[in-house]
C-alpha cells in the first residue's frame, strides 16, 4: 500500500503490487506555493517497468472482459466510496502539489467521485440494440465490446478529474489499463490510485506508472500490446500521440488545448458578464483548457466593461491556496511561470496595453512561489501571439468589435476549438452564435470554463481528434461494435 505520509516516496502499482522502478531512482514534487517544499517522490520509471505494467495488462484483459459489465460497474461503486471518504486528504495534497486552491481541490475531487458513481451506472445501461435482419428467420444485434489494453496519459492541472473521467469508462467497459500521469501531480494520482487499488480489481486490470513524457509516455504510445491510447495535454504532444497512433493502425483520442474566446453583447448584462469572464479567465490561475483566452466586446460598451473588469480583477486576492481567503493560486511550476512571464512581456512587445497585473509577487509570503498577479491587455489585434497562442495561464486580452458578426468573426480566427461563449440578452443574437462558432463547447451567458460529466467533452479543429469524453459519447471510444446474427 501506498504511504500517506507528506514527503513519501510514492510507488508503481503494477501488476497490483506497489513497485519500485529497476532504475531505482525518483523525481521530486516540488510545491509551486514553496518550491522548497517537496510534496514526495515518484518512480523515474524505465522503458523495462512500462513493459511491465503493459504485459500485466494485456494478461489480464480477457478475464476481465469476460466478468461481465454489471461487475465492473459494482467495483467502481466501492473507489467511489473510497475516494469520497478522502477528499480531504486528496484536495490538500492536490493544492501542495499544483497550487490550486483548497475550496477548488475539494470540489474538483467530489468531482470525480461523481464521475465513478456515473460510470459505475453504466454497469446496467444496455451495450448494443437489436436490428432488423433481412431473413424473417434470424435474429440480429449489435454488442459493444472492449478495444483491450488502454494507455492513458494526462496532464497536471486536473490530477482527479482528468484521470478519473478516463479511468472509469474504460474499466467498466472491459478494457485493461496502463495509465502515466503528468510527473508534476504524480503524488495526487499516487493517492487516486490507491482507492483503485483497494477498492478489489483483479490482478492486472489497472496499471499505474510514472516517469518522463520522453520514456513512459513514449513508450505507451508506441508499444505494441497498447490497444488505445487516451491523451489529454499540449498541442505538440497531442500530434505526436495522433500520429503515432494511426501510424500503428489504432485508436487514439486526443484533447489538447484551447483559446477560448468570450463575446459581449452591448446588449448583454455587465455584471454577469464581468463576473463570469474573471471566474473562467483567472480561477485554477487560468490553467484550464477552457479558460477564458480573449474578451470580444462589442463598442458601445468596450470602454464600461473595461473599466470594471479591471475593477473586479484588482479585488482578486493572490497567495498561499492553503489559507482562507484566497482566491487565486501560483502558476503551477517554474515552466509555467516562465511562459506565463514571457507572454506578458511578448503583449507588451507586440503594442497591446498592459491595463492591469502582469506583476510577479514579492516578499516574504511569495519569494519562494510562482506567484504573479491577475493581467488583462486591452487593445489587442488579431494577430498578436497574446491573441492566438495558449497561454495556460492567468492573461486576457480585449478585443474591440463594431458588431456581433465582427465579434463572431473574431472569435473564430483562431486555430483552436474548444470552448466558446457569448453574453446577450439579445435571441437572434444567441441563436447566431450558437449556429457559426466553431467550437465543441458552446455557452450562453455563461461562463466559458464550465464543463458536466453527463455531456459530451472536446473540441474542433486543433483542439481535438478523435470522439468525445464523459457522459455516454466515452462509449464511442472505450468500445468496438460486433454485430451479431442468430439463425435457427
Same mark, same amino acid.
Given at each position: 500500500m501506498v504511504s500517506i505520509t507528506k514527503d513519501a516516496t510514492f510507488k508503481n502499482y503494477i501488476n497490483n503490487e506497489w513497485k519500485e522502478s529497476d532504475s531505482t531512482k525518483v523525481l521530486e514534487s516540488i510545491s509551486p506555493m514553496n518550491k522548497s517544499e517537496v510534496v514526495g517522490h515518484i518512480q523515474n520509471s524505465t522503458l523495462e517497468d512500462l513493459d511491465k505494467a503493459v504485459q500485466a495488462a494485456h494478461n489480464a484483459k480477457e478475464n476481465w472482459r469476460k466478468i461481465g459489465q454489471h461487475a465492473r460497474g459494482q467495483i467502481l461503486f466501492k473507489v467511489a466510496n473510497i475516494l469520497e471518504s478522502r477528499i480531504d486528504d486528496i484536495a490538500e495534497t492536490m493544492t501542495r502539489e499544483m497550487g490550486k486552491t483548497l475550496p477548488e481541490a475539494k470540489g474538483e475531487t467530489a468531482r470525480g467521485v461523481a464521475i465513478l458513481r456515473y460510470y459505475a451506472g453504466e454497469g446496467v445501461r444496455k451495450n448494443g440494440d437489436?436490428?432488423?435482419?433481412?431473413?424473417?428467420?434470424?435474429? =440480429?444485434?449489435?454488442?459493444?465490446?472492449?478495444?483491450?489494453?488502454?494507455?492513458?496519459?494526462?496532464?497536471?492541472n486536473f490530477p482527479v478529474a482528468i484521470p478519473v473521467w478516463k479511468l472509469a469508462p474504460a474499466l467498466v467497459y472491459g478494457n485493461t489499463v496502463v495509465f502515466k500521469p503528468a510527473t508534476e501531480a504524480a503524488v495526487t494520482a499516487a493517492k487516486v490510485i490507491e482507492c483503485f487499488s483497494e477498492a478489489g480489481f483483479p490482478e492486472g486490470v489497472l496499471n499505474f506508472i510514472t516517469g518522463s513524457g520522453s520514456i513512459v509516455g513514449q513508450g505507451i504510445i508506441e508499444h505494441p500490446q497498447v490497444n488505445a491510447i487516451t491523451f489529454t495535454g499540449s498541442e505538440a504532444v497531442g500530434k505526436v500521440v495522433s500520429k503515432s497512433a494511426a501510424e500503428r493502425g489504432i485508436k487514439s483520442q486526443v484533447e489538447m488545448g484551447g483559446?477560448?474566446?468570450?463575446?459581449?453583447?452591448?446588449?448583454?448584462?455587465?455584471?454577469?458578464?464581468? +463576473? !463570469?469572464? #474573471?471566474?473562467? !479567465?483567472?480561477?485554477?490561475?487560468?490553467?484550464?483548457?477552457?479558460?477564458?483566452?480573449?474578451? #470580444?466586446? +462589442?463598442?458601445?460598451?468596450?470602454?464600461?466593461?473595461?473599466?470594471?473588469?479591471?475593477? +473586479?480583477? +484588482?479585488?482578486?486576492?493572490?497567495?498561499?491556496?492553503?489559507?482562507?481567503?484566497?482566491? =487565486?493560486?501560483?502558476? !503551477?511550476s517554474e515552466s509555467q511561470f516562465n511562459t506565463v512571464k514571457s507572454y506578458i512581456e511578448i503583449g507588451k512587445e507586440e503594442g497591446a496595453q498592459l491595463i492591469t497585473g502582469g506583476e510577479v509577487l514579492q516578499g516574504k509570503e511569495y519569494d519562494n512561489g510562482f506567484y504573479i498577479t491577475p493581467t488583462i491587455f486591452a487593445n489587442a489585434k488579431l494577430d498578436m501571439r497574446i491573441v492566438q497562442e495558449e497561454i495556460f495561464g492567468p492573461v486576457i486580452a480585449l478585443i474591440e468589435v463594431a458588431d456581433i458578426q465582427e465579434a463572431i468573426q473574431a472569435a473564430n480566427n483562431t486555430k483552436y476549438g474548444l470552448s466558446a461563449s457569448i453574453f446577450t440578452s439579445n435571441i437572434g443574437s444567441f441563436l447566431k452564435f450558437a449556429d457559426e462558432i466553431e467550437a465543441g463547447l458552446v455557452r450562453i451567458n455563461a461562463e466559458s470554463a464550465g464543463v458536466e460529466l453527463q455531456a459530451p467533452f472536446g473540441g474542433m479543429k486543433g483542439s481535438g481528434v478523435g470522439s468525445r469524453e464523459q457522459g455516454e459519447a466515452a462509449q464511442e471510444f472505450y468500445t468496438e461494435f460486433k454485430t451479431i446474427l442468430i439463425k435457427g
Open positions: 437489436v436490428i432488423p435482419s433481412s431473413d424473417n428467420e434470424a435474429l =440480429m444485434f449489435t454488442k459493444r465490446v472492449p478495444i483491450g489494453v488502454v494507455g492513458i496519459v494526462t496532464p497536471w483559446k477560448n474566446p468570450v463575446i459581449v453583447a452591448k446588449d448583454a448584462d455587465l455584471d454577469k458578464s464581468v +463576473e !463570469a469572464v #474573471i471566474s473562467g !479567465a483567472f480561477r485554477s490561475t487560468g490553467q484550464k483548457c477552457t479558460a477564458t483566452s480573449k474578451v #470580444i466586446v +462589442e463598442a458601445a460598451i468596450y470602454e464600461a466593461f473595461k473599466e470594471k473588469l479591471v475593477q +473586479e480583477t +484588482e479585488k482578486i486576492t493572490v497567495g498561499n491556496s492553503l489559507n482562507e481567503g484566497i482566491w =487565486m493560486g501560483p502558476c !503551477a
